[in-house]
């Protein structure tokens, strides 16, 4: 079973930047698509940025540009560099793990854009 501990979230005004982080307990290697999700209250969650093990990275529209997805596979770990911060970009930040048969999630970090 795959542990994942995310962190790296806050509150932060609006063309402001954060990254987060997600270790996992396993290689990453293992693991067929790390990525990130967000879920805003009332909505449901969405897919942000994955990478493959083979280092293929996919975005949503809404991020593209302004959000980066990579690892450091000696700490076994994703980021999520988000800079130019938007108020719609308020979400709960999860950290996802597919193996293809199964799929692991965080606990979800807070990602809160206001001024």
């Known amino acids: 079973q795959v542990q994942l501990v995310e962190s790296g979230g806050g509150l932060v005004q609006p063309g402001g930047s954060l990254r987060l982080s997600c270790a996992a307990s396993?290689?990453?290697?293992?693991?067929?698509?790390m990525g990130w999700y967000r879920q805003a209250p009332g909505k449901e969650r969405e897919l942000v940025a994955v990478i493959s093990v083979g280092g293929t990275r996919n975005y949503a529209n809404s991020v593209k540009g302004r959000f980066t997805i990579s690892r450091d596979i000696s700490k076994n770990t994703v980021f999520l560099q988000m800079n130019s911060l938007r108020p719609d970009d308020t979400a709960v930040y999860y950290c996802?793990?597919?193996?293809?048969?199964?799929?692991?999630w965080g606990q979800g970090t807070q990602v809160t854009v206001s001024s």
């Open positions: 996802n793990a597919d193996r293809g048969s199964v799929r692991t």
């Open positions: 396993v290689s990453i290697f293992s693991i067929n698509v």
